[in-house]
C-alpha cells in the first residue's frame, strides 16, 4: 500500500515530466489495444483471404512483375506484366502472406506481449524477492548457497536459457476464453479465445528472477541492520514477521523500479522466442515478424508495423519505469542510465 506521501511524490514528477507523460500514454495506448482488441480488430485475425493477400497500407501501393513464356510465330517469347495494387480500406494496414488483416493482427499481438511481460514479470517477482530477502535477511551459509545458484543462472545469456527450457519442458499453451465475444459484447465474428503461452510465461519467470532476488538481497542486507530490525528482534518477534513487516516494505521501491522495467525487457524476450518458433501461438508480434521477413524488400509492412508495436510497448514501460524511478528514489535521479 503505497503512503499518502508517494503517491503525491508520483504525482509531482508526472506533472513536471514530459516523458513520464509520453510514457504513461504510450503504455495505456498499447494496454488498450489488448483490452479493448475484439472491438478495435476490423477482421477477425486469423482469418485467411488468399485473394487479398500482401496487400499495402492505405496510401500506398504494391507493384508486382510476373514473367511468362508465350510461343508466338514457332519461337518462345518471354513476356513480362506489371500490376499495381492498390490500397483499400478494408485493410486498414494492408494484409499478410496469408490475406489475413494486419491491423487486428497487432492489436491481437499486444495481447499476447502485454499478458507475458506482465504475468512473467510478477512470477519472476514472487520467487526473487522472497529468495532475495531470505538471503539478505540470515546471510552466512544461506546466503552463499542461495546467491551462488544465482550466480549459475547469470552465467547464461536469457535468451539461451529460456530456449533451453522451452526445449526441455515442451511448449504449453493454454487456451482462454475472451469474456467481449463470450458475453456477446464483442462482435460473434471475433476469436472466442485466445492463445496464452504458459511455458513463455514460465520460462520469462525463471529467467529473470535472479535481477529481483539481488536487488531484494542487497535492500535486505542494510535494512537488517537498522534500528527498528534489532528493537523487533529484542521484543522477540519471530523472523517471518520481521521480513514481511519490516523488511519487505522497505526494499518494495527498489523491486517496483527494477519489476517496471523487466516488463520491457520481457516483451522483448517473448519477442523473441515467438520469431523463433517457441512461443506456441500465431498471434505474437514476433510470429508474425518472422513470417514477414522473407517479404520485407516488397510488402515492408508485414514485419514493420509489429516491430513498431514491439517498439512503443517497450519504449512506454521503460519510460514509466524512469518515472517511477525518479519519484520513489530521487537519490539516483541524474546518474547514467544502466540496462539489464
Same mark, same amino acid.
Given at each position: 500500500?503505497?503512503?499518502?506521501?508517494?503517491?503525491?511524490?508520483?504525482?509531482?514528477?508526472?506533472?513536471?515530466?514530459?516523458?513520464?507523460?509520453?510514457?504513461?500514454?504510450?503504455?495505456?495506448?498499447?494496454?488498450?489495444?489488448?483490452?479493448?482488441?475484439?472491438?478495435?480488430?476490423?477482421?477477425?485475425?486469423?482469418?485467411?483471404?488468399?485473394?487479398?493477400?500482401? &496487400?499495402?497500407?492505405?496510401? +500506398? =501501393? *504494391? %507493384?508486382?512483375?510476373?514473367?511468362? $513464356?508465350? /510461343?508466338?510465330? !514457332?519461337?518462345?517469347? @518471354?513476356?513480362?506484366?506489371?500490376?499495381?495494387?492498390?490500397?483499400?480500406?478494408?485493410?486498414?494496414?494492408?494484409?499478410?502472406? &496469408?490475406?489475413?488483416?494486419? +491491423? =487486428? *493482427? %497487432?492489436?491481437?499481438?499486444?495481447? $499476447?506481449? /502485454?499478458?507475458? !511481460?506482465?504475468?512473467? @514479470?510478477?512470477?519472476?517477482?514472487?520467487?526473487?524477492?522472497?529468495?532475495?530477502?531470505?538471503?539478505?535477511?540470515?546471510?552466512? &551459509?544461506?546466503?552463499?548457497? +542461495?546467491? *551462488?545458484?544465482?550466480?549459475?543462472?547469470?552465467?547464461?545469456?536469457?535468451?539461451?536459457?529460456?530456449?533451453?527450457?522451452?526445449?526441455?519442458?515442451?511448449?504449453?499453451?493454454?487456451?482462454?476464453?475472451?469474456?467481449?465475444?463470450?458475453?456477446?459484447?464483442?462482435?460473434?465474428?471475433?476469436?472466442?479465445?485466445?492463445?496464452?503461452?504458459?511455458?513463455?510465461?514460465?520460462?520469462?519467470?525463471?529467467?529473470?528472477?535472479?535481477?529481483?532476488?539481488?536487488?531484494?538481497?542487497?535492500?535486505?542486507?542494510?535494512?537488517?541492520?537498522?534500528?527498528?530490525?534489532?528493537?523487533?528482534?529484542?521484543?522477540?518477534?519471530?523472523?517471518?514477521?520481521?521480513?514481511?513487516?519490516?523488511?519487505?516494505?522497505?526494499?518494495?521501491?527498489?523491486?517496483?523500479?527494477?519489476?517496471?522495467?523487466?516488463?520491457?525487457?520481457?516483451?522483448?524476450?517473448?519477442?523473441?522466442?515467438?520469431?523463433?518458433?517457441?512461443?506456441?501461438?500465431?498471434?505474437?508480434?514476433?510470429?508474425?515478424?518472422?513470417?514477414?521477413?522473407?517479404?520485407?524488400?516488397?510488402?515492408?509492412?508485414?514485419?514493420?508495423?509489429?516491430?513498431?508495436?514491439?517498439?512503443?510497448?517497450?519504449?512506454?514501460?521503460?519510460?514509466?519505469?524512469?518515472?517511477?524511478?525518479?519519484?520513489?528514489?530521487?537519490?539516483?535521479?541524474?546518474?547514467?542510465?544502466?540496462?539489464?
Amino acid at each position: 500500500m503505497l503512503s499518502p506521501r508517494t503517491w503525491r511524490n508520483l504525482g509531482g514528477e508526472l506533472r513536471q515530466s514530459v516523458l513520464a507523460k509520453l510514457g504513461v500514454a504510450l503504455f495505456a495506448v498499447v494496454v488498450g489495444m489488448a483490452l479493448f482488441a475484439p472491438f478495435l480488430a476490423p477482421h477477425n485475425p486469423n482469418v485467411q483471404h488468399l485473394d487479398q493477400k500482401l &496487400l499495402p497500407p492505405v496510401g +500506398l =501501393s *504494391r %507493384v508486382t512483375t510476373t514473367t511468362t $513464356t508465350e /510461343m508466338v510465330n !514457332g519461337s518462345i517469347t @518471354t513476356v513480362t506484366e506489371r500490376t499495381q495494387i492498390n490500397a483499400t480500406w478494408t485493410y486498414p494496414l494492408g494484409t499478410d502472406p &496469408l490475406g489475413r488483416d494486419m +491491423l =487486428s *493482427r %497487432v492489436l491481437y499481438g499486444a495481447r $499476447t506481449s /502485454m499478458l507475458v !511481460g506482465i504475468l512473467g @514479470t510478477a512470477l519472476a517477482t514472487s520467487i526473487g524477492a522472497p529468495i532475495g530477502l531470505v538471503a539478505g535477511y540470515y546471510g552466512g &551459509l544461506v546466503d552463499d548457497t +542461495l546467491m *551462488r545458484f544465482a550466480d549459475i543462472m547469470l552465467a547464461f545469456p536469457s535468451l539461451v536459457l529460456a530456449i533451453s527450457l522451452v526445449g526441455l519442458f515442451g511448449r504449453i499453451a493454454v487456451s482462454v476464453p475472451d469474456p467481449w465475444v463470450i458475453f456477446g459484447i464483442a462482435p460473434a465474428t471475433m476469436p472466442p479465445t485466445f492463445t496464452l503461452p504458459g511455458m513463455v510465461i514460465l520460462v520469462v519467470g525463471l529467467v529473470n528472477w535472479v535481477w529481483i532476488a539481488r536487488v531484494a538481497r542487497g535492500e535486505a542486507l542494510s535494512i537488517v541492520e537498522a534500528e527498528y530490525v534489532k528493537a523487533a528482534r529484542s521484543y522477540g518477534t519471530s523472523d517471518i514477521r520481521i521480513m514481511t513487516r519490516h523488511v519487505l516494505p522497505n526494499a518494495l521501491t527498489p523491486i517496483l523500479i527494477l519489476a517496471t522495467i523487466l516488463v520491457a525487457a520481457n516483451i522483448l524476450l517473448e519477442s523473441s522466442l515467438a520469431y523463433l518458433g517457441f512461443s506456441g501461438t500465431t498471434l505474437s508480434w514476433g510470429f508474425d515478424i518472422s513470417q514477414g521477413q522473407q517479404y520485407l524488400a516488397t510488402s515492408w509492412w508485414v514485419t514493420t508495423l509489429p516491430g513498431v508495436g514491439i517498439v512503443l510497448a517497450v519504449m512506454g514501460v521503460n519510460l514509466i519505469g524512469d518515472w517511477l524511478r525518479d519519484a520513489l528514489d530521487p537519490g539516483i535521479e541524474g546518474e547514467s542510465e544502466g540496462g539489464i
